[in-house]
């Protein structure tokens, strides 16, 4: 790849959480080169929409956008996203219709109606002790991305079929393949779609990778003061940002990965990774940076 194929960089916090804006959303970008990255409209709380519409009208040219998601569920362990119900959409862009089709009466595209369907809500672990009975028990079960590149970086991943306990990721995946889906089209979504020659591409990222990247370790990857962001950032070779004291790890961590794509996204390993298939790609998707 051209190292100048892009020339910004963007990384969304992500959060499932219920209600409209979020505290928890936090968008972050860069310029090719090692300029800081910079958060985009400071101390405004983002909507989910407002982020979909943001990735779709409004980034700077040639932009790679990582996002804190994950962007299917798991599918080549059991050959299917829900196995034994005929109706299983068969690969991702067909699950996130699915999502979409059945939440979308959901507020701030939400997804509670999609995994209170009674055959979809089998293969979850839900509050108040509802577990499916093909949740499978343990952590649940784990797309390649997550079984593979992600454990062999020391990260702990969670099953995107859980939605609860404080490292829940479902909420967040479901409410994300929603905006997926309303992407779709409009910009490539990586690896569901090739890498093209030009334009936006966005990505699913994992930000404890680009902590690992800068030197952390998995269990102690948030940054939660400036002194600390700073030292990562200068350990990818990214000049600091402004700022001292106390800094929420909601905007650390989409600063940091926004500076870490930066160095890796003109690495062709890190966009064919050795475990991903043609498969998996069309069904369960890869966390950049994953090798």
Known sequence: MSPDRFR?????????????????IAVALCRAGES????VRPGHRWSRAEVRDWIAE??????????????????EDAGAYFPGWEASPGDA???????????????????????DHPEIARHYRRHGGREGDLFGG????????????????GCRPTSN??????SQVGKASLTGMRVLHRLDGHIALWPYDPLPERGHVAVEIYTTIAAIAAGRPASRSKLRTFAELNAALSAIGSKPVRGSGPIDDHRSDALLAAAWLRTVAHDARYWQPAAMTEGIARTEGWTFGAL
């Open 161 to 166: 079929f859980n939605l609860v306990g404080a």
């Open 93 to 115: 862009r067909a699950l996130w219709a699915l999502v979409e089709d059945f939440s979308a009466t959901d507020p701030h595209l939400s997804a509670g109606s999609f995994v």
């Open 36 to 39: 800081a990255p910079r958060i």
């Open 58 to 75: 409004d980034m700077p040219p040639e932009t790679l956008v990582g996002l804190d998601i994950s962007g299917s569920l798991a599918f």
């Open 138 to 153: 343990g952590i649940g079960r784990l797309r390649v991305t997550e079984r593979t590149g992600q454990t062999a970086l």
């Open 8 to 24: 910004h960089f963007a990384a969304i916090d992500w959060s499932g959480a219920a209600g409209e804006r979020h505290a928890g």
